[in-house]
């Protein structure tokens, strides 16, 4: 069939739709329903006409579809919730009120939002994490479950679409800032990370910090420290630990409040934000002995022969300090007697390489990128010249950019049968580098490579696996994903051909140096990403400045940056 996503942005549960209905067999276009209503409506109608779709479907819209077009034709629209809640904060009012299990229904567009009749639903657990991870891991499998059925029983023909009860119908208001608020001195940790979590990528947390007004974004609970609730007590690895009533919250990032008139402004890593109003405070380096009562976003561990190398940082960005202290955490696992090292294996991002908030923030730009595509490179070298052990790279969610790029340069890429890879840098004004000029026509070969890098499009897992991006899936939901990496690490070391796989991964590797050096792939990109950095008049600028202040696309037609590399609001 011919089907038209209709969306309010490409983001990641957009791009999946888009890539898994294409592995079906149908034929799928995406048009942006962007702008002032009239311009929304009017570019949503020229994309009716241009494409004739047999089926349009909405798999994240925050908008009312115009009546002419529901009207003419079957519009489905994927909302983030079970049968009979309806609302724009279905998911924000899931983690809020502390939920089991949720669900996502796919229905017919009608005259009453959320109310149409339903061609499918699914369920799904509602694991403690944010909102975004959430909304990309079970929600995402949830709704892609639904739609597959959604399209089939409408391209069946003979399936009817049930109306909904008017029993246990919840309308559910706008979950607005008043809802978000944090009383420091009375809430305890637990409500106040569940606070935290609800809104975590988008919009935030409104709360005041050292005399300004900050929209805090994420949190994780802190067990160990404690002190005057509503005060800062330490930093880690750019976050700042905040006393609650009881304990303490770790905050990743925080974001200024927008000044009437003023510039959009970003969020950052929390104490990169604070700057100069950020009091002494001592920097805790996390314990290892036990993780759960506190938080860190690189972590290491072993079992047996196998090390796991963790990290998660938020919306998969890396900085300069991400990649640099990732690289010396990579080269202390080296050091360990251990045959097999898995890098990533936790849930949801993977990476999406460089971390382009803190580039647009820097006083210069134009050094920052340059600094942080080289540290990337020094991470993404260390580990292609690993040649005393294997490397798994897991991929437990979506990856972007440079991110499957660092993923490519392992001996094998495990992947989550849910993730979504967008190999290319095209959309953001890049050449690229991180060596993928060596590692993905390795992989893929020449033709596919010019084409995942030009084409430009999200790649599902299946898709990944056939194409020989990765090396193997692992059908699982996202909580069992690192038990399940970790199962299969153990059974890969202890294989009889290991140590024959590393001595001929080392070989392998003289070969190729020898052929031609590693030296000479990296200088070559580096010339193109300079060339574009320094230069003022560079599209990657102005690219870059839209992609951080969700500047909205000037019409449904023009390319975006790929949403994977996006912190998903969710709805």
Known sequence: MRVLLLASAFNSLTQRVLAELG?????????????????????????????????????????????????????????????????????????????????????????????????????????????????????????LAAVLLAVERY????????????????????????????????????????????????????????????FLHGGHPEYDLTGPPGELLATRAGAVCRATADGAVWLPE???????????????PAVLALGDRLPPL????????????????????EEGPVGFLT???????????????????????????????????????????????????????????????????????AVLTTTDRLVVAALGGNAAAGGVMLALAA????????????PHYRLMGLYGSEFWTYTLPRRVGARAAEQLTERARPVSAAAALRLGLVDRLLECDPQEFPGEVARQAAHLASGARAQARIAAKKAARERDEAAEPLARYRERELAEMRRTFFDPAAPYHALRRAFVTKAPPRSAQQDVPPAAARQDSGV
Not at 348 to 354: K, R, V
């Open 311 to 381: 990290f998660s940082f938020p919306g998969g960005a890396m900085s300069t300090s991400h990649c640099r202290r990732l690289l010396d955490a990579y080269r202390t696992a080296c050091s360990r007697p251990t045959s097999l090292l898995v890098l990533g294996g936790a849930r949801d991002f993977f990476s999406n390489g460089i971390h382009l908030n803190v580039i647009e923030a820097a006083a210069d730009p134009a050094a920052e990128s340059w600094a942080n595509i080289t540290a990337m490179d020094d991470l993404v070298e």
């Open 254 to 268: 925080l974001r200024p409040r927008r000044v009437p008139g003023g510039p959009a402004r970003v969020k950052l």
């Open 155 to 214: 391209a069946s023909g003979s399936y009817r679409p049930v109306p909904q009860s008017r029993e246990g119908v919840v309308c559910r208001p706008y979950f607005g800032q008043a809802l978000r608020r944090i009383d420091w001195p009375s809430d305890p940790t637990e409500k106040v990370v569940r606070t935290l979590r609800a809104a975590d990528s988008q919009p935030g947390v409104l709360d005041e910090l050292l005399g300004q007004q900050w």
């Open 282 to 301: 001592p920097e805790l380096p996390a314990p290892a002995d036990d993780p759960r009562r506190t938080w860190k976003d690189i972590g290491y561990r």
């Open 23 to 143: 592995d079906r067999g149908h034929t799928v276009e995406v048009a942006l329903a962007v702008g002032d209503r009239a311009a929304r409506d009017a570019s949503v109608r020229d994309a009716i006409r241009e494409h004739d779709p047999d089926l349009v479907l909405a798999p994240m819209l925050r908008t009312a579809v115009p009546e002419d077009v529901w009207r003419a034709r079957p519009v489905l629209v994927v909302h983030p919730g079970p049968v009979g809640d309806r609302g724009p904060s279905s998911l924000d009012w899931a983690v809020h009120e502390g939920a089991r299990r949720w669900g996502v229904t796919v229905l017919q567009a009608n005259e009453e939002m959320d109310g149409g009749d339903v061609w499918a639903t699914a369920s799904c657990p509602v694991p403690p994490v944010g909102k975004s991870d959430l909304y990309r891991n079970e929600v995402s499998d949830a709704a």
């Open 411 to 422: 001996d094998e890429v495990w992947c989550r049968t849910g993730a979504v890879l967008n």
